[in-house]
């Protein structure tokens, strides 16, 4: 297995861990996952198209999959309010 992808399967996971520590009512574990492993992706096409994304560390850039990580969490918590998770009150 690619160095790359137990990288990226990393910070997906940091990614969601800091998600919901940061919001821990607003999104689920899976929601945050998932979001997460998207801007980690969303992250490198950028790095990769725009020639950028910091210093890479392997065949990642970290500072471009950081940016893609929150922007997806941000946005993915602002539109799911706290009272749509299923089994809250």
């Known amino acids: 297995m690619s160095p790359g ?4 399967v ?7 861990q800091l998600t919901r520590l940061v ?3 607003r999104l ?3 929601a ?3 979001l997460a492993a998207a ?8 790095a990769l198209e725009l020639h950028g994304g910091g210093p ?6 970290p500072l471009a999959d950081a940016a893609g990580i929150a922007a997806l969490e941000v946005v993915g918590a602002l539109l799911r309010s706290p009272r749509s998770r299923p089994g809250r009150p």
């Open 28 to 30: 689920g574990y899976l």
């Open 56 to 61: 890479p560390l392997g065949p990642l850039h």
């Open 5 to 8: 992808i137990l990288l990226g």
């Open 39 to 46: 801007g980690v992706v969303a992250g490198e096409l950028v």
């Open 10 to 16: 990393l910070f997906a996971l940091i990614g969601a």
């Open 32 to 34: 945050a996952l998932g």
């Open 23 to 25: 919001w821990p009512r």
